[in-house]
């Protein structure tokens, strides 16, 4: 491809937050309906066993965390070490120690996190997720602890081209980003009128704006 294309990767988040479903813990709060069903699946006398999800987490010794592994600095899978990086993954392990339990992560992608989070994949999701409207429908989102609008990372020679909507929004211009999270869905909503190119791996996006090229 031509290194004159204008390259654009939409890379942010309106705040990082814990996903998670019946789980009650600080800024996560407890779904009377989890807790009931709960409650009605185990035998008569064992119901405070499993009264809800932090009742099932500390009696099993672990909670099971899923990343997608691929949005430093919050979450980074190391593929030389094989371990978990980053900000959010430093969270979850304080989380770990303050319930007395063990931290397990789990793959996931930006697609599937909330399928994965229904199919009971895992108990909490974290790594940069955003909260917004349609997660909160499913599953209980905390406060943030960083908050931010979305923001276009592009080449330094290229600074001052972009500085609005307007600039960007343009045939002429190419967009990279990540598939299935909230970029996608902000690029498809205001940034019509540019070329977008979905990278499967959002790592590599960063990368292709830096050297001139897209896939």
């Known amino acids: 491809m031509s290194k004159n294309w204008k390259k654009i990767l939409l890379a942010g988040v309106v705040s990082l937050s814990l996903v998670g479903t019946g789980f009650a813990a600080n800024e996560l709060l407890t779904s009377p309906t989890a807790?009931?069903?709960?409650?009605?699946?185990?035998?008569?006398?064992?119901?405070?066993?499993?009264?809800?999800?932090?009742?099932?987490?500390?009696?099993?010794?672990?909670?099971?965390?899923?990343?997608?592994?691929?949005?430093?600095?919050?979450?980074?899978?190391?593929?030389?070490?094989?371990?978990?990086?980053?900000?959010?993954?430093?969270?979850?392990?304080?989380?770990?120690?303050?319930?007395?339990?063990?931290?397990?992560?789990?793959?996931?992608?930006?697609?599937?996190?909330?399928?994965?989070?229904?199919?009971?994949?895992?108990?909490?999701?974290?790594?940069?997720?955003t909260r917004n409207t349609a997660r909160q429908k499913t599953a209980y989102v905390s406060q943030g602890y960083v908050s931010f609008g979305k923001a276009p990372l592009i080449r330094l020679e290229d600074k001052d081209k972009y500085r609005s909507i307007e600039d960007i929004n343009k045939p002429t211009v190419r967009i990279g980003v990540n598939p299935g999270g909230t970029n996608e869905v902000f690029v498809r909503q205001h940034l019509t009128k540019a070329k977008v190119t979905v990278v499967p791996n959002n790592l590599d996006i960063p990368h292709l704006v830096a050297d001139g090229t897209m896939t």
């Open 35 to 129: 807790s009931a069903k709960s409650a009605s699946e185990v035998a008569p006398g064992q119901q405070k066993k499993a009264a809800s999800k932090l009742d099932e987490i500390i009696e099993r010794g672990y909670i099971r965390v899923g990343m997608t592994g691929d949005y430093k600095p919050f979450t980074y899978l190391n593929p030389e070490t094989k371990q978990y990086e980053g900000y959010d993954v430093d969270a979850a392990k304080e989380l770990g120690k303050d319930l007395g339990v063990e931290v397990r992560f789990v793959n996931t992608t930006w697609s599937t996190m909330m399928k994965d989070l229904q199919d009971d994949k895992f108990d909490i999701a974290v790594g940069g997720v």
